[in-house]
């Protein structure tokens, strides 16, 4: 397919196919006429998460309200490797941090872990998506990955798909580092997720209930302490290496 010439990219909950007219919500109006400042004719591009990518055009506009017509698709419909991230929440700004990375990263899952060092008690949702939406936007995916409610590990724990390999970041015990533990794992599973703590760490408690479970996969992130964001991003990064849609690159 020919290259669009469209520089913006809009994540819609609306059916795409050629043809449709699609009105955007009132913070994508406000964007695309104030911000961008795009006018009747001018070319963007939209995902649904469903239907791939299109390319479409402003068909009309006002101060707060513009339609778009769907013109051709310029993508089908993919997803990311099946990897999810579950991750004890942090201060505001890294949380959103890592829903950003996490999602140009090919997280397909965002699930906060409530454990017992956890500083922040509350996940606000909404703010979580809107983050993975806006990173879904500017890196390309036709994706956006789903924001799961916050839930206690031991919850997590006692529900998980036994058929889901669960890597879990163990600072403070024994652990191969993960590029080699995964590398002796390749082929045994095409579901996988990881798990990573708080600031404080898991208690000793809850690194022997994860420990014990069959299907986690105990690594080490390396020699050097790393912020809880950080070792989040680390490992997503080394697993897309190892087993992810990074090695045909």
């Known amino acids: 397919m020919a290259q669009s010439e469209a520089k913006l990219r809009l994540f819609v909950d609306a059916p795409l ?20 400042r795009l006018g009747a004719g ?49 201060k505001k700004t890294p949380a959103d941090y890592v829903a950003q990375k996490a999602t140009e990263l090919g997280a397909r899952v965002l699930q906060p872990v409530l ?19 806006e990173a879904a936007e500017q890196s390309g995916r036709v994706s956006v990955p789903e924001v799961r409610e916050l839930i206690t590990l031991d919850a997590l724990l006692a529900a998980w798909p036994k058929e889901r390999r669960l890597i ?39 690194r022997s209930l994860i420990r014990k479970q069959s299907f986690v996969l105990p690594v080490t992130l390396g020699p050097r302490i790393m912020r809880a964001d950080t070792a989040a991003l680390a490992a997503l990064t080394v697993w897309q290496a190892a087993l992810g849609d990074w090695r045909g690159l």
């Open 17 to 36: 196919s050629l043809g449709a007219d699609i009105l955007l919500n009132d913070a994508q109006a406000h964007y695309v006429v104030h911000v961008m």
């Open 42 to 90: 001018d070319s963007l591009l939209l995902f649904n998460g469903n239907d791939g990518e299109w390319q479409g055009r402003v068909a009309a506009l006002t101060k707060r309200r513009v339609n778009v017509s769907c013109e051709r698709r310029t993508a089908p419909q993919s997803d990311v490797p099946d990897l999810w991230l579950a991750f004890a929440p942090i």
């Open 115 to 133: 454990t017992e060092r956890t500083n922040a008690r509350r996940v606000n949702s909404a703010r979580l998506k809107a983050n993975a939406i």
């Open 168 to 206: 879990f970041c163990d600072e403070a015990g024994d652990a191969e580092p993960i590029a080699a533990a995964l590398a002796k794992t390749r082929g045994n599973s095409d579901a996988w997720a990881i798990l990573t703590g708080p600031e404080g760490g898991f208690t000793p408690d809850e």
